[in-house]
């Protein structure tokens, strides 16, 4: 199967899988080694050679975790699948992101991909029950990211995964999504609090920045629900990295949008103007 994969013959590497299969067939390999090797490589080779979803869905749920572990380059596949297509499948990208829960696939480039993928749903696409397992998933992710970073104890640091301001800008937008915008500005504001990124209580990486485009849905979230303080904190966010030309369109806006008296307006003037240009 090895040498199939890499010459990506799907058929025969079918036909290979349906002699083996075969009752006929006296010569089993060993179930959780070669055997295992043997399936992951064939799923991997028939998931890269189709487009479709559907057909994806249908070969990894019938194989795994039955005949394939969950890995790394499998995961990976099934993302960069999902991306690529103009379909949309919810079903797979969920049993995917679960099933990468369960493998602690959770830290790292998969970490990272599964909070893209969520952000990429369209929810107004998905179902009741689906949406109901949107909001499900996220709360998990999200808890469970927020509980390895509190491992600050000696005894459990070394299990300890800190927040990263890209990783706290994007589970926030993710709460938001879900409706618990309280949640998201309690993240949000751990990038403006030293004492969250310094220190032996630390949980948040003092190194890097949140992500653009996810500070600016969260800002036009805001501004969409007349939200003053979370235009504010979005503001104050994006001030770390952006210079005065580009916030003061955001100021005008917040002052247009939200409730803003005459001396709020001149704060958020004035504290544009302290920024460099």
């Known amino acids: 199967m090895g040498v199939l994969y890499r010459a990506s013959n799907e058929k025969l590497a079918e036909q290979l899988r349906n002699i083996y299969e075969s009752p006929k067939n006296s010569i089993k390999m060993p179930v959780f080694t070669v055997e295992s090797t043997f399936y992951n490589r064939y799923l991997q080779l028939a ?51 679960v099933d990468g829960i369960t493998a602690g696939q959770l830290n790292g480039v998969l970490g990272e991909e599964m909070r893209k993928q969520l952000s990429n749903v369209q929810l107004h696409t998905l179902g009741t029950s689906e949406r109901e397992q949107y909001t499900a998933l996220v709360q998990k992710l999200v808890a469970v990211w927020i509980e390895f970073s509190q491992f600050t104890e000696e005894r459990m640091r070394r299990l300890q995964r800190k927040l990263s301001p890209s990783q706290i800008s994007e589970c926030a937008l993710l709460l938001t999504r879900i409706g618990e915008q309280q949640k998201a500005y309690e993240l949000l504001e751990l990038l403006l609090d ?47 990295t952006a210079n005065r030309a580009k916030l003061e369109p955001l100021v005008n806006r917040m002052v247009e949008k939200c409730n803003v008296n005459q001396e709020q307006a001149r704060i958020l003037q004035g504290f544009v103007r302290l920024r460099p240009q």
């Open 47 to 97: 998931i890269e050679q189709t487009p479709s979803l559907n057909r994806i869905q249908e070969l990894y749920f019938s194989m795994v975790p039955r005949l394939v572990g969950v890995n790394n380059s499998l995961t990976s596949l099934v993302f960069r699948k999902i991306s690529a297509s103009s379909e949309r499948n919810w079903p797979l990208l969920r049993r995917a992101i």
């Open 194 to 240: 030293e004492n969250a990124s310094s220190g032996e209580e630390a949980t948040v990486y003092p190194k890097g920045h949140a992500r653009p485009w996810a500070m600016a849905e969260l800002f036009e979230d805001a501004l969409r629900k007349k939200d003053t303080y979370g235009a504010a904190l979005c503001l104050e966010i994006l001030s770390l």
